[in-house]
């Protein structure tokens, strides 16, 4: 039982680790390219505060980042 469980944190803990990290890479992605499309100027966010909202957001994030990289090549 005991190397089930942990099994499972490590699996759990590998997933959050995951979504961290590719969740903040792609909340800060999308907010620079189209903060700095809509401001005009370049937009710099901390990476910590993109990978506190990539916890939350990234199931939204990470699929709008791909389609922001697909736009990028039209814009």
């Known amino acids: 039982m005991k190397k089930l469980f942990g099994s499972l ?3 759990i803990l590998f997933f959050l680790v995951v979504n961290l990290v590719f969740g903040g ?3 800060e ?3 620079e390219f189209w903060g ?3 401001k005009g100027q370049p937009v710099d966010v901390p990476f910590g505060v993109c990978v506190i909202a990539g916890l ?3 199931e ?3 699929p709008l980042a791909i389609v922001t990289w697909l736009v990028s090549f039209f814009l």
Do not use: C, E, K
Request: avoid cysteine; hydrophobic fraction near 55%.
């Open 56 to 58: 939350f957001l990234g």
């Open 25 to 27: 890479l792609a909340t």
């Open 60 to 62: 939204l994030t990470i």
């Open 9 to 11: 944190a490590g699996i």
């Open 36 to 38: 700095s499309r809509t």
């Open 29 to 31: 992605y999308v907010v």
